[in-house]
């Protein structure tokens, strides 16, 4: 399954970014973000392979692996 990452301006006018849908294709996630999003306009999409994994990590993650070494 691809992911998508839609940013949008829904019908009152306001921008919405960082939607995140999973689907087999383009069309399956456009499908689902009207599902969600009646009568928004798509701003821009990008597409990601499913196999690409993006790890941020936090500082509290930073300090329990810190912690958990010692």
């Known amino acids: 399954m691809w992911k998508f990452n839609f940013s949008v301006r ?15 294709d383009r069309a399956d ?3 689902k973000l009207f599902q969600m999003y009646r009568h928004c306009t ?11 994994k993006i790890w941020h990590r936090t500082p509290v993650e930073e300090e ?6 010692k």
């Open 10 to 24: 829904n019908r009152s006018g306001q921008r919405v970014d960082n939607i995140i849908i999973g689907g087999r």
């Open 29 to 31: 996630a456009e499908r």
């Open 42 to 52: 798509i701003l821009e999409c990008a597409m990601r392979r499913p196999d690409e």
């Open 64 to 69: 329990i692996l810190t912690f958990a070494c």
